[in-house]
């Protein structure tokens, strides 16, 4: 299996020189393998020693408790196996009501936000494999969609790549059972609301009925239609600069002359292009969307706006000799945002992490035993002079009790419902109050990160320690919390 897959990883350039890599880990067979594979390739003395590793996990919120515990249980595993590990939180299902989408679709666009989040351009390992290429394209032939539909996953596309595209579910099952790995079991992936599971646990035994064969069947004609797309891809971006007028994020527009100039094939891929880039990368456009385009771009002018409603909110209107392709939905943006939880990282203890969003890297350390006694002693004879010399604070360098922080801490910037019991009180606050207490300025608050341990906030970075987590004369471990600047600056 290490062999398959590094001459893989190889025949297609998968991983870089150097940098880091992020692993998407659900926690099941699949991811589990990718990850132990990728750990055992990269790294100093290792095959590829120049590239580091970094887990992202997301909880769906599709599963109550369970996806707690999933979440948690990977983040653990990245801690004992010494690499960093971000977890995200989304309520798909309300994500799904609101943009009126399936919860299938809903899931994966929010799992590729949040791991793109998370990634900051670097590339982004996720654990398909050669079943779920069959069903991809299986999926896909439901759905139509044309050639490029047809090609199904591919070893690398855009900043995701598949090392393990070449191997079977079995086979990263039979992978995990050799090396004593224990997989989490998604339950999800037997749900019948989901057209990939029908198609997993009916389509494909349905079809190996007609056909022992249809697997490696549809994996050679994705191939076939992989050369063929691949050029049709290079003539769009040949003609792009000269078809597109303008590019932002929620519309782009497009010259009609050039539109028009083009065969009806690349018109069609073109468009294709434009209304992926502003559909989360996947156009929602079929045959009967495009006829209805090329019926209004072919229309004699006669100086009026031509709009036309398409499919996720999409609009196009005809402005004379220009073409503009819009969202219409960028108002509903701050509400759908609200379901985005910020991306938590785990932070070992001791450990040092990034803080998502933010400039920060999360750091923290088990004070030597010798300062520890001294420090008890000067709690004992209340000596607060003498414990903050032994125990020099800053603004963001404080202490905390070792056995409130736990062995593995979360760290995030604030989201709404956060509280936490400032230093002295008996009861606990709005970490919204609190900031406003404090009177940090409104464009601060949302890049101060927060500690938590597993019951309650432990730190407001540069604001206050929890009460929960102070040094007392029972303490038994002392924990330095800090945060230092991305370039080490405190």
Known sequence: MLETVTAYIEQHHLLPDQGVV?????????????LHLLLRLCGPGKHFPSVQLHVAHLDHQLRGEASV???VAVAQLAQAWGLPCTVGRVDVPELARAQQRSLEEASRIARYRFLREVAQGQPIAVAHHKDDQVETLLLHLLRGGGIG????LQARQQDIIRPLLS????????YCQAHHLAPL???SNS???????????ELVPLLETMNAGIRETLVRNAEVMRVDAEWLATQVELHWSTVVADEQPDRIEVRLAPLLALPLSLQRHLLRRVTAQLCDGQSPLELRHFELIEEVLRRQGSGETLTLHLPQRLQLLRRGDMVCCERTDRQQAPAQAQLMEPAEVALSVPGRVAVPGTPWVAVAELVPDEA????????RQKDWDKVWTILPLARYVVYVDGEVAGALLRVRTRCAGDRMRPLGMVHEKKVQDVLIDAHIPRDERANIPLFFAQAHCLWLAGVHV??????TEQTSTIVRLSLVGSGGGQ
Not at 149 to 152: H, I, L, Q, S, T
Not at 191 to 201: A, G, K, Q, T
Not at 466 to 471: E, G, N, S, T, V
Request: net charge negative; glycine share 6%; proline share 2%.
């Open 167 to 174: 191997v079977s579910h079995a086979d990263t099952v039979a």
């Open 466 to 471: 929890d009460d929960r987590a102070k040094l």
């Open 22 to 34: 992020v692993v998407a880990v659900s926690g099941g067979a699949d991811s589990l393998c990718l």
């Open 69 to 71: 515990q999933e979440a």
């Open 185 to 187: 079991e998604d339950l």
């Open 149 to 152: 539909a047809m090609v199904g």
């Open 372 to 379: 520890l006694q001294a420090v008890r002693e000067a709690l």
């Open 191 to 201: 749900d019948p609301r989901f057209l990939r599971n029908r198609i997993r646990h």
